[in-house]
Nanobody, 124 residues
Framework: QVQLVESGGGLVQPGGSLRLSCAGSGRTFSSYSMAWFRQAPGKEREFVARITLTGAIIDYADSVKGRFTISRDNAKNTLFLQMNSLKPDDTAVYYC?????????????????WGQGTQVTVSS
């Protein structure tokens, strides 16, 4: 199995940018398709973006399309989420997740491993 640790969260003004990282350890990181999810206060956790083993398939929620970019560096066992043009509605705890499926869907149940989350707050 793989252990996942997120970092890079913080407080940012509307219109600003943040880059989240998710470091994997344990079993080979490149064996997993990966995703980002987020959970805002009082809301259910929701899908943000996913990327398959080699990056051949990348998919975004409509709410972040054009503003967020998911990427991975398998040599460094790291997943990234570049977030630009941030809005107050992007405020949430962001989680990275790993799946043993070759092509997982957006469903949370498709993901087997989860990090502890990192807080992102967008506010002036």
């Amino acid at each position: 199995q793989v252990q996942l640790v997120e970092s890079g969260g913080g407080l940012v003004q509307p219109g600003g940018s943040l880059r989240l990282s998710c470091a994997g350890s344990g079993r080979t990181f490149s064996s997993y398709s990966m995703a980002w999810f987020r959970q805002a206060p009082g809301k259910e956790r929701e899908f943000v973006a996913r990327i398959t083993l080699t990056g051949a398939i990348i998919d975004y929620a409509d709410s972040v399309k054009g503003r967020f970019t998911i990427s991975r560096d398998n040599a460094k066992n790291t997943l990234f989420l570049q977030m630009n043009s941030l809005k107050p509605d992007d405020t949430a705890v962001y989680y990275c997740a790993g799946s043993e499926r070759v092509i997982p869907t957006r469903r949370q149940n498709d993901y087997d491993y989860w990090g502890q989350g990192t807080q992102v707050t967008v506010s002036s």
